[in-house]
């Protein structure tokens, strides 16, 4: 027997010792808890999304999957943790529209969010209402386009900080209305609400389940929703495409799950196939639509071609507003 055929041996033996383990990591995952790793705290809307779901994931497995919380920097401390990570499955991040914002206003990330993450599986997603102080005197969006260029530089509109998906919406409306909004960050969605409800800002985009609400009540008009498609919790209530001719206007808050990019594909199929089965069961199909959460899904192939869309889509918006962060 030659020497080579020899030393080949072993490096064939490690190779088949590989790849059975692969194997096996795949059929048996996962086989101890699984952390999920969140950019916000508890009680946010992407935790209470992710405790909707994790249940049916820990029920399907019979390993607990556990919420863990770094919050800092939009999310993108908790997704660099992620990143740095072992590939092995057992470290995923709740990734959100927060990230493909970051992924451009951000301009000192580590990490590339589109490719140093493998995106699973999209879980959910929240759309924003415009609304606005009824005290404005506008009853729908051609009506407060038309104010906003008569008055450039005078109308104010809210949001839940710097680069929330708030803010983007508002420059995204900027951009194709060829108008200008005044943008007041606040620390939070709540905060932000108590001012428009004040008349000391005078619009908002305000996820549903939290300004909905107050517009039932009278106490704030809504002139429409950001998604391409009617919310289910106010089907009375226009998308802005139907408001005011804006066909490319779109804008939604998603959560999904995704994973070290270095992550064996078969234990992300596994995960994929593992979420898109939580969603679809009764209960958590229920729970999501009483808690204002429309339901996603979907394989990882499409949700890498959405987070690739939305990464381009704040690309644009980002650059025309000259925004920086």
Not at 111 to 120: E, S, T, V, Y
Not at 245 to 272: C, F, M, N
Request: some cysteine.
């Amino acid at each position: 027997m030659s020497t080579l055929w020899q030393s080949t041996i072993p490096i064939c033996a490690v190779l088949l010792s590989i790849l059975a383990h692969q194997t096996a990591t795949a059929q048996d995952y996962p086989t101890k808890p699984v952390r999920i790793i969140s950019g916000f705290g508890p009680g946010s809307a992407g935790d209470v999304l992710t405790r909707l779901v994790v249940p049916r994931l820990s029920q399907s497995t019979g390993q607990q999957f556990i919420i863990e919380y770094k919050p800092g920097a939009g999310s993108n401390i908790a997704a660099e943790f992620v990143v740095r990570a072992p590939g092995d499955g057992y470290t995923l991040f709740l990734g959100t529209s927060a990230n493909t914002i970051n992924a451009t206003l951000s301009s000192n990330l580590s990490f590339d969010f589109a490719k140093d993450l493998a995106p699973i599986a999209p879980l959910g997603s929240v759309p924003n209402l415009l609304v606005v102080n009824p005290s404005l005197g506008v009853t729908n969006v051609r009506e407060l386009i038309a104010l906003a260029k008569a008055r450039p530089d005078q109308i104010s509109y809210a949001t839940s900080g710097v680069g929330s998906l708030s803010h983007m919406a508002g420059e995204l409306l900027n951009v194709l209305a060829e108008i200008k909004l005044v943008h007041v960050p606040y620390q939070s969605a709540a905060q932000a609400v108590l001012d428009v409800l004040g008349g000391r800002v005078m619009a908002f985009f305000g996820p549903v389940n939290i300004v909905l609400p107050h517009v039932e009540a009278g106490k704030l008009r809504a002139l429409a929703t950001t998604e391409n498609k009617r919310t289910f919790m106010a089907p009375d209530i226009p998308t802005m495409a139907e408001a005011a001719d804006l066909p490319h206007y779109e804008s939604a808050i998603w959560y999904g799950l995704l994973a070290p990019a270095r992550t064996p594909q078969d234990v992300i199929d596994k995960l994929s196939r593992l979420a898109n089965e939580a969603l679809q069961a009764k209960d958590t199909l229920a729970q999501m639509r009483a808690q204002g959460y429309g339901v996603l899904g979907g394989s990882p192939q499409d949700f890498a071609k959405a987070i690739d869309a939305d990464v381009k889509r704040w690309r644009e918006v980002i650059t025309a507003a000259g925004l920086k962060r």
